[in-house]
């Protein structure tokens, strides 16, 4: 089955930037996603790239896709306080599905 | 935005006792909703799709007549976790995708309910 990884903990200085990282298995997934989960909440999706991509940035965030090596990366500029939060990277289950499968998550830790 | 809700946000229950979850697309007509599961600090796993009108697909190692999945409506789905047990405790969290939605990438969670048996 596909699987996804992710690095579980990353602490950072406020105005630092956070590099969170994630490999994944199944090269047919058309997005890829970021999602950001606070303490008992839902998820929010931060930003996706088009698999045919390399990179994307949206304001603070660049992703960076490295599809030989199946890597992926979330880059957040200048971050803050309250972007501490678990940050999750996620492909699609399969060819032609819509559901998803996550990454273990990696915990931001940003301190001031 | 497209809105998901879930409801009850929290609820805890007695072991052997069923519990419904709702999840509801607000604002969007939703043919297809997910069902995850998340236990603490772990991450999401996929327990089922559902399918307005017809019968949800569940995944591998996931009792169907133990998590009953209705979807009526195009946007309603519900979750029945039937004679729960301490072990079904976890953070249950659904997803829907638009259908009128051109973008294949948006799937909107709900905010999750946290499911407590004792």
């Known amino acids: 089955g596909e699987d996804v990884e992710q690095s579980l903990f990353l602490s950072v200085r406020e105005g630092d930037s956070s590099v969170i990282n994630c490999t994944y298995t199944?090269?047919?997934?058309?997005?890829l996603y970021w999602y950001k989960q606070e303490p008992g909440a839902g998820l929010q999706l931060l930003t996706y790239?088009?698999?045919?991509?390399d990179m994307k940035q949206d304001q603070r965030l660049t992703v960076l896709l490295n599809k030989k090596d199946k890597h992926l990366s979330l880059r957040i500029a200048d971050t803050q306080t309250g972007d501490s939060a678990i940050y999750f990277c996620?492909?699609?289950?399969?060819?032609?599905?819509?559901?998803?499968?996550f990454g273990s998550g990696t915990r931001l830790q940003v301190q001031p | 935005g497209a809105v998901v809700s879930q409801h009850p946000s929290w609820v805890i229950c007695k072991s052997g006792t069923s519990v419904k979850i709702e999840c509801r697309s607000l604002d969007f007509q939703a043919t297809t909703m997910f069902w995850y599961r998340q236990f603490p600090k772990q991450s999401l796993m996929l327990m089922a799709t559902?399918?307005?009108?017809?019968?949800?697909?569940?995944e591998q190692g996931v009792e169907k007549d133990k998590f009953l999945i209705n979807h009526a409506s195009l946007t309603l789905s519900t979750l029945t976790v039937t004679s729960a047990h301490p072990e079904d405790s976890s953070f249950y969290i659904c997803?829907?995708?638009?259908?009128?939605?051109?973008?294949?990438?948006?799937?909107?969670f709900g905010p999750g309910t946290r499911l407590t048996v004792t």
């Open positions: 996620a492909e699609n289950l399969g060819t032609g599905r819509r559901a998803l499968t």
């Open positions: 997803s829907a995708r638009d259908r009128t939605s051109g973008r294949g990438y948006e799937q909107y």
């Open positions: 199944d090269s047919s997934s058309t997005y």
């Open positions: 790239i088009f698999s045919n991509m």
């Open positions: 559902s399918n307005e009108g017809s019968k949800a697909t569940y």
